[in-house]
């Protein structure tokens, strides 16, 4: 409740100051083509990002013995990932070249860690099974929740480290992220991970195996890949020989998580 009355009271205040702008920054209804395929990146990285959360609940929860742990444990590993990733990405994203093949990689790199992250948690998971009978120390306790740590924080890292890039291709000229462009990505991911919470909780966990659902996102972030290298002018940053081998490698990506 307390969220909508300060986006109420938010929208108000643009409301009087959106008098002053000029019309370059007032402009809300268009977008260039690569504007929208950069927002469209980070809405569906939001959404895969917490349904990815959503999703690493309950198991994470079996681990632990309690789910209100291991889902404050997963928010604190987001919540840490992300401001590592975007803080650490925001000290050289200004000296990277071909921003568009960086935000397609590291879409890419989500996607392949999540199949990273399943083999680290069974391999965790034998772990403990193999000695589910002896007393569990506070310091083993400890050990599995940077075990647990181990297993999620990159994935967080590249979702924050995202943010950078992204804005950065929104405003190239500006030295901070700022005006309608980025406001109206934050605002597309925000509904993204809106979205991607809801689907998770409600569609995907109790319709399928929760590897399942996960190689599911692997899938989805290796599609978004290719859709970000298939972009508006965007396969002319790499060198034409590199286009099929790139290309290639996508859909063995996507094939890889579907199967």
Known sequence: MFNFLVA??????????????????????RA???EVLVIGVLAASGATALASEVLWTRPLGTLVGNSTYAFATILFIYLTGIALGSWMM??????????????AALQGAMGLWILVA????????????????????????LGLYAQCISILLPLAWFSGAMFPVATRLLDPGSANAAGTPIARAYAWNTLGALGGSLLAGFVLAPRLDFFQ?????????????????????WLALLHPATRPASGAVCLLAVAVAVF
Not at 8 to 24: A, D, H, M, N, T
Not at 90 to 103: E, F, G
Not at 216 to 229: D, F, Q, R, S
């Open 32 to 34: 260039s083509p690569s």
């Open 8 to 29: 109420c009271v938010g929208y108000q205040i643009s409301r009087k100051l959106g008098g002053g702008q000029p019309p370059e920054q007032a402009r809300l209804g």
């Open 90 to 103: 925001s000290l050289v994203v200004q000296r990277l070249k071909a921003l568009p093949l960086w935000l």
């Open 213 to 233: 659902a996960l190689y599911l996102l692997a899938a989805i972030y290796a599609l978004t890949t290719l859709a970000a290298l298939a972009g508006s002018h």
């Open 118 to 141: 399943i083999v680290l948690f069974e391999w965790l998971q034998d772990h403990l099974r193999a000695r589910i009978l002896d007393t569990v120390t506070l310091t083993q306790l």
